[in-house]
T-cell receptor, first 115, second 115 residues
Framework: AQSVAQPEDQVNVAEGNPLTVKCTYSVSGNPYLFWYVQYPNRGLQFLLKYITGDNLVKGSYGFEAEFNKSQTSFHLKKPSALVSDSALYFCAVRDEGNAGNMLTFGGGTRLMVKP | DTEVTQTPKHLVMGMTNKKSLKCEQHMGHRAMYWYKQKAKKPPELMFVYSYEKLSINESVPSRFSPECPNSSLLNLHLHALQPEDSALYLC??????????????FGEGSRLTVL
């Protein structure tokens, strides 16, 4: 079975400060990990993914995420937050070893960036 | 801009109506998905089509009927819905299902209200 947890329902950060949105996962094989962002009344937009290779993955809009196998984490980060980053963020995982597996989404974290 | 197009963006229907949601992609993807999303919750998988064949039905009630006329189009036919079916319905596509699926590309969604 695969699962993903986003322990924070909401993260508040001041504009210009660094931000972190946490994600931990559980899979039996190797994980494929993804971050998506959703603005109000919009679909999900892909930000970045980890498949193999470098543990630090760079994505869209200045976001990056660090894969940590020992801690089974894939936290989303950005060095300097913008008010326009305020949105709902979803972490998702797929077990590479299970061909039929679909994505499992975390519960989502609402990011609020205040001016 | 999303490369997955969904119509209509908004739909209001009565419990006795028959309506359809439509989804189109021209990325050459061979897997297409329907998700249902309630407010502030993660998307829930409903159906998966792989090479125009239904491969996954997540025990969705028969009042939802998917159809994949060709590799670019995905429909969701709605009949005798209940008010609790009101939600954002998201279409997504990916290169394929199984290993090396890659990321999903989502449409902007169809906001359905059942009166």
């Amino acid at each position: 079975a695969q699962s993903v947890a986003q322990p924070e329902d909401q993260v508040n950060v001041a504009e210009g400060n660094p931000l972190t949105v946490k994600c931990t996962y559980s899979v039996s094989g190797n994980p494929y990990l993804f971050w998506y962002v959703q603005y109000p009344n919009r679909g999900l937009q892909f930000l970045l993914k980890y498949i193999t290779g470098d543990n630090l993955v760079k994505g869209s809009y200045g976001f990056e995420a660090e894969f940590n196998k020992s801690q089974t984490s894939f936290h989303l980060k950005k060095p300097s937050a913008l008010v326009s980053d305020s949105a709902l963020y979803f972490c998702a995982v797929r077990d590479e070893g299970n061909a039929g597996n679909m994505l499992t989404f975390g519960g989502g974290t609402r990011l609020m960036v205040k001016p | 801009d999303t490369e997955v197009t969904q119509t209509p963006k908004h739909l209001v229907m009565g419990m006795t109506n028959k309506k359809s949601l439509k989804c189109e992609q021209h990325m050459g993807h061979r897997a297409m998905y329907w998700y249902k999303q309630k407010a502030k919750k993660p998307p829930e998988l409903m159906f998966v089509y792989s090479y125009e064949k239904l491969s996954i039905n997540e025990s969705v009630p028969s009042r939802f009927s998917p159809e994949c006329p060709n590799s670019s189009l995905l429909n969701l036919h709605l009949h005798a819905l209940q008010p609790e079916d009101s939600a954002l319905y998201l279409c997504a596509s990916s290169r394929r299902t199984g290993p090396n699926t890659g990321e999903l590309f989502f449409g902007e969604g169809s906001r359905l209200t059942v009166l």
